[in-house]
């Protein structure tokens, strides 16, 4: 009984550095259950939409690139890889509310900073979700 438990243990233990050794060393956290349940608003206007574009040139592009593929200017060199949004099911596999956790929050350990109220960038809930409906219309693939 013990040693099933130790080798259920060890096989998930290996699991999980196998994955994070494919990624590079850096498993993406997820966010907490209180913001994965966050949802963006229903509709996003044109208007909307232009803003969210506005703030992901002004403060993302440089790393995610203007195609969400992750080959900005500032990209190379980095630690962990900018998160490319462009590739294939990647934004469908991404909820709202963790999309937004990591925006406002950052990713520790990374490149990532957080953008959220108090921080150099200072963005409202409102800016967050709407560079997020900008990301999701342009990059979802
Ligand atoms: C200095 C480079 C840099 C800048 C600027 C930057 N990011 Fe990131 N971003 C990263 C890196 C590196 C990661 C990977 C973090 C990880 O995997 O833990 C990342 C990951 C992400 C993720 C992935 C979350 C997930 O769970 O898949 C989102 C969303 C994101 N960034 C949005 C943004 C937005 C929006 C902006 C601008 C407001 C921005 N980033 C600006 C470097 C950057």
Not at 1 to 9: C, L
Not at 57 to 64: E, N, S, T, W, Y
């Amino acid at each position: 009984m013990k040693s099933k438990i130790i080798g259920s243990i060890v096989a998930v233990m290996f699991m999980f550095v196998a994955s994070a050794a494919m990624a590079g060393g850096h498993v993406t956290p997820t966010a907490p259950a209180d913001y994965l349940s966050k949802k963006a608003p229903k509709k996003a206007s044109k208007k909307a939409l232009e803003k969210g574009a506005k703030t992901y040139k002004k403060k993302c592009k440089k790393c995610h690139g203007s195609k969400g593929d992750g080959k900005g200017t500032s990209a190379e060199g980095l630690k962990v890889a900018p998160t490319a949004f462009s590739a294939a099911g990647y934004m469908k596999g991404r909820s709202d509310g963790q999309l937004y956790w990591i925006i406002e929050k950052g990713s520790e350990g990374t490149d990532m900073e957080a953008f959220g109220l108090g921080t150099d960038a200072n963005l409202s809930e409102k800016k967050i979700w709407r560079v997020i409906q900008y990301m999701q219309k342009e990059f979802t693939k």
